[in-house]
């Protein structure tokens, strides 16, 4: 809750708004596509190409995006881990990703990612063929598919689970996360700098949104070519 000694400070800049909420649609449209499976599977694949996009652009907004989407603004080594555990790390920690929520963002980068790659190479002999199955072994791509739809899946919906539970814990102590990540702004002393996030940064972000797309596009239709 604001009070005299803090102002709204752009935290979340658009595109990586944006980016959490076509995340979000993207990964639950996964789960039901994945789930009801049959004609659905087209829908299911075309919505992990677009999770592989978001993921590239991540990565690459992670580089040139705003202050507190940089990962240099979130990449705590231990000892700030433990403090922050402790309750005793500087306030500064907790202005984008928390130590704790830097675990969490790369965990479900991970997931995803990995989820996507075995997708990508996923042979059940049945329904679907992954894109870039015909390139590896057999034995690779059975494989593959063992973990997509068992473990893989199953880590990633218990990240989801837990970055849910996280988020309500944060809310019921008063940080009210979900509405700094639909608006950008958190309540923060005066002196806390603030994400860019003007013209400039979004003709960036479109930048790199087309040229993630188009990365994603040239990877599945090369793989269609090498058949």
């Known amino acids: 809750m604001a009070d005299e000694s803090t102002v709204a400070v752009r935290v979340w800049d658009l595109p990586t708004r944006l980016f959490h909420g076509l995340l979000v649609l993207a990964v639950v449209g996964l789960v039901i596509t994945g789930n ?28 040139v995006g705003g202050r507190w989407s940089r990962f240099g603004s979130f990449l705590f080594g231990p000892r700030t881990l433990l403090a922050y555990l402790r309750g005793r790390a500087p306030a500064h920690v907790e202005v984008g990703h928390s130590p704790l929520g830097m675990l969490s963002v790369l965990a479900m980068l991970v997931g995803l990612a990995t989820q996507v790659a075995t997708g990508l190479i996923t042979d ?12 590896v072994a057999s034995s690779t791509a059975y494989a593959a598919t063992a973990w997509h739809k068992g473990w893989g899946k199953a880590i990633v919906l218990t990240l989801v689970g837990l970055h849910v539970a996280a988020i309500i814990v944060y809310q ?29 940064q979004r003709w960036r ?18 793989a269609r070519w090498l058949r």
């Open 36 to 63: 009801l499976g049959g004609n659905w599977l087209p829908w299911h694949a075309r919505l992990g190409y677009a999770v592989l996009a978001l993921l590239i652009f991540r990565v690459l907004w992670g580089l």
């Open 205 to 222: 972000a479109l930048g790199v949104a087309t040229f993630s797309v188009a990365l994603t596009w040239a990877i599945v239709e090369a």
């Open 172 to 200: 019921l102590r008063g940080k009210k996360l979900v509405a700094a990540m639909i608006h950008g702004d958190k309540w923060l002393p005066a002196h806390t700098p603030a994400s860019a996030d003007g013209a400039p």
């Open 124 to 135: 059940d002999e049945i329904a679907f063929t992954g894109p870039l199955a015909s390139l």
